[in-house]
């Protein structure tokens, strides 16, 4: 039996700063990922996010390799700093013409580009005037989507907002999103970013009718650490501002009772004005677009000393709040080799949790095992460890369909290897390897690893061949 529907979309996904490279090169302007990985908790090396896979320079030949995948769609972000010069807002047309370039070049592979607005690139115009917890923020964002959908609009039907949301607040400053030091109420940095997906939503309605569009966050069940009341509670509280504050305030158009008398607990109120409530009940998306890694774990904390030094060690764990909950190991689950947890069952979870909740229909943006892989003597790849990864959650996908989750496509992470967010090159995601290390550009040539094979068989299958 063929679970998945005739026109799913599969294919894959990669980020500007990851993947593109160039940051000097055709007229882009600085964005604070361009230094990120001259901060000191970062590896250490002389290539990082400035060369990346040089995709600037390679994306003929990139496309040409997903369209050998076979893959139906490619999930991509614009990079705002390439394409808008300043805070006045002044276009950059060489930035114009390469996304056009590579749309083209999509669909003429009959390839669906599937774009994200905004991946975690700040320009530094920007970021001079406070970042994104202004209101300066939002309404550039309204500006940039504009120039978006006006260039970009006839070609594009899936268009995703703001990727991972939820890890702006959650880990702003482990994501580079908020340079250290800077003191913000991360629910007020929230509480703007929604604003401006709000803004972007409605103004994509006027403009690009027909298309669809929807948010990106990273979203995992939450499971309670034993049956205790207040391990369950904390479960609760975890769930909340991990996973549903940021769909409700998108989905159902605000932010819950129980959320607003939880920040007042905490001292972290935040001002929304009737305006911005108004933008956030007439912003519905079509579709929800999340990123899947692992799943996690809830306790309420024992004593409060449990503290600093489990925050913040990545986008993925680590999470907690004293007198609130606190993300704990989960026995039950082994680990990649950079220590997140595997739960493909946690998908079909996740997948039944966020449709049964929204009722929309789901797009996976991310998903897949960031490892150390080897080019061996035979110049392959044997990467087997990401198969068998991509096989459980693809089956589990499945049964989430089986269920009763209407599904559009699964974009995991990433389509050619790529920089990590905090791990350098070393934490490699792709189906096809980059040929450099950390402190060595090498030659860029990009190698088919044997998960590449195994992927272009399963979408000729459309997903049967697991
Ligand atoms: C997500 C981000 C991606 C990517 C991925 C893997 O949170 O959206 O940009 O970085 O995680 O994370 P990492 O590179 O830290 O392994």
């Known amino acids: 039996m063929n679970k998945f529907p005739k026109e799913f979309l599969w294919g894959a996904s990669t980020s500007a700063y990851q993947f593109e490279g160039a940051i000097n090169e055709g007229g882009k302007v600085p964005s604070i990922m361009d230094r990120f ?3 000191p908790t970062y590896p250490k090396g002389i290539t990082g996010f400035k060369h990346a896979s040089d995709h600037y320079n390679n994306w003929k030949e990139d496309v040409a390799l997903m369209a050998e995948m076979g893959f139906k769609s490619y999930r991509f972000s614009i990079s705002w700093p390439r394409i808008i010069k300043n805070k006045e807002g002044d276009v950059n047309n060489e930035g114009i013409k390469f996304y056009n370039n590579l749309i083209d070049e999509l669909l003429k592979h009959k390839i669906e580009p599937i774009v994200t607005m905004f991946h975690f690139d700040t320009p530094d115009f920007i970021q001079e005037v406070g970042g994104a917890c202004t209101n300066a923020f939002t309404e550039l964002f309204e500006k940039y989507s504009k120039v978006l959908f006006e260039n970009f609009g006839s070609k594009i039907k899936y268009w995703l907002t703001i990727n991972e949301l939820n890890m702006f607040a959650l880990a702003a400053q482990v994501i580079g999103v908020v340079p250290p030091g800077q003191n913000v ?18 103004l994509c309605r006027k403009m690009c009718p027909d ?20 391990d369950y509670l ?22 819950s009772s129980i959320f ?3 920040l007042k607990k905490m001292g972290l109120e935040i001002v929304i004005t009737e305006d911005e409530n108004k933008m956030l009940k007439n912003s519905k998306p079509d579709f929800i677009a999340f990123n899947y890694y692992s799943t996690m774990t809830a306790q309420m904390p024992i004593n409060e000393s449990f503290k600093k030094e489990k925050n913040n060690k990545d986008q993925q764990t680590g999470l907690s709040i004293p007198g ?14 950079f220590g997140w947890e595997i739960d493909p069952i946690g998908f079909r979870n996740t997948l039944r949790e966020v449709y049964d909740r929204y009722q929309l229909p789901i797009m996976i943006t991310e998903n897949g095992i960031g490892a150390r892989d080897v080019l061996t003597k035979d110049g392959k790849v044997h990467d087997d460890y990401r198969i068998d990864y991509y096989q459980k959650h693809i089956e589990q996908m499945a049964l989430a369909i089986e269920d009763g989750v209407e599904m559009i496509g699964y974009m995991p992470w990433s389509a050619i290897d790529l920089v990590s967010t905090h791990e350098g090159v070393s934490k490699r995601y792709g189906f096809v ?13 990009r190698i ?9 068989k399963l979408i000729a299958s459309n997903g049967e061949e697991i």
Not at 211 to 230: C, D, L, R
Not at 236 to 253: F, K, P, S, T
Request: hydrophobic content about 35%; charged content about 25%; some cysteine.
């Open 211 to 230: 298309a669809k569009i929807g948010p990106a966050p990273n979203i995992s069940t939450v499971y309670s650490n034993s049956n205790k009341p207040e």
């Open 448 to 456: 088919k690893k044997d998960s590449f094979y195994w992927y272009k």
């Open 260 to 262: 607003m008398n939880g």
């Open 324 to 337: 609130f909950g606190e993300a704990v190991k989960n026995n039950q689950l082994q680990k990649t080799q």
């Open 185 to 202: 109420n991360p629910w007020q940095l929230m509480h703007h970013l929604n604003v401006a997906q709000a803004k972007s939503i409605i």
């Open 234 to 255: 904390a479960k609760l509280n975890l769930d909340m501002v991990r996973n549903w504050v940021y769909l409700d305030a998108v989905c159902r158009g605000g932010y």
């Open 433 to 445: 390897y980059v040929n450099r290390d950390e402190f060595d550009l090498k030659d860029m040539k």
């Open 37 to 39: 990985d001259e901060q």
